[in-house]
T-cell receptor, first 113, second 112 residues
Framework: GAGVSQSPSNKVTEKGKDVELRCDPI?????LYWYRQSLGQGLEFLIY????????KSGLPSDRFSAERTGGSVSTLTIQRTQQEDSAVYLC???????????FGSGTRLTVV | SQQGEEDPQALSIQEGENATMNCSYK?????LQWYRQNSGRGLVHLIL?????REKHSGRLRVTLDTSKKSSSLLITASRAADTASYFC????????????FGGGTRLMVKP
């Protein structure tokens, strides 16, 4: 597609359940990023994939969070045993090294009740 | 911790006025970017300024970069109600690959 696609756009889950968030980046973009944004706050870096290199996981807040990028394209962010503090908008972005600017998806709004 | 810090946190102006937002950062950078966000969802890339550039224009946007002061400003001229949004600066730090670190943003409201 022409842009970065994220699904679902909204997710309500019960505390303790696992969730999977999906990101489909722009074709040909080698870099893919996950950020999260709490209400009224800035963006918090979670994880960064660049080509076939090992991902930079330094932003993941706990071992309940993990992410994969299959075939250098689609990425899935998994949150296990969700907690209420996990409620946020999860944003995915991709970029090509040449341009430097990110293209963001519309995000997934996660609500843990 | 955040690399970029925007100032002010919130700004309210009348349509037609100019809006100036500032960003300060801490470490050496390759480039600095400004993004816009409507309604708390996806961000839109506005402009990128490289560390060897001092000023850049795009339509009604003017960005300056002062690497000696580790600061940047975004000027929106002749503002419109549709410019109402949050604006974030983001830095591509010198040793961080292509990863951006975002500031907390400035919430701009343009009153018609």
């Amino acid at each position: 597609g022409a842009g970065v696609s994220q699904s679902p756009s909204n997710k309500v889950t019960e505390k303790g359940k696992d969730v999977e968030l999906r990101c489909d980046p722009i074709s040909g973009h080698t870099a893919l990023y996950w950020y999260r944004q709490s209400l009224g706050q800035g963006l918090e870096f979670l994880i960064y994939f660049q080509g076939n290199s090992a991902p930079d996981k330094s932003g993941l807040p706990s071992d309940r969070f993990s992410a994969e990028r299959t075939g250098g394209s689609v990425s899935t962010l998994t949150i296990q045993r969700t907690q209420q503090e996990d409620s946020a908008v999860y944003l995915c972005a991709s970029s090509s090294f040449q341009t430097g600017g990110y293209t963001f998806g519309s995000g997934t709004r996660l609500t843990v009740v | 911790s955040q690399q970029g810090e925007e100032d002010p946190q919130a700004l309210s102006i009348q349509e037609g006025e100019n809006a100036t937002m500032n960003c300060s950062y801490k470490t050496s950078i390759n480039n600095l970017q400004w993004y816009r966000q409507n309604s708390g969802r996806g961000l839109v890339h506005l402009i990128l300024i490289r560390s060897n550039e001092r000023e850049k224009h795009s339509g009604r946007l003017r960005v300056t970069l002062d690497t000696s002061k580790k600061s940047s400003s975004l000027l929106i001229t002749a503002s419109r109600a549709a410019d109402t949004a949050s604006y974030f600066c983001a830095t591509d730090a010198y040793n961080a690959g292509n990863m951006l670190t975002f500031g907390g943003g400035t919430r701009l409201m343009v009153k018609p």
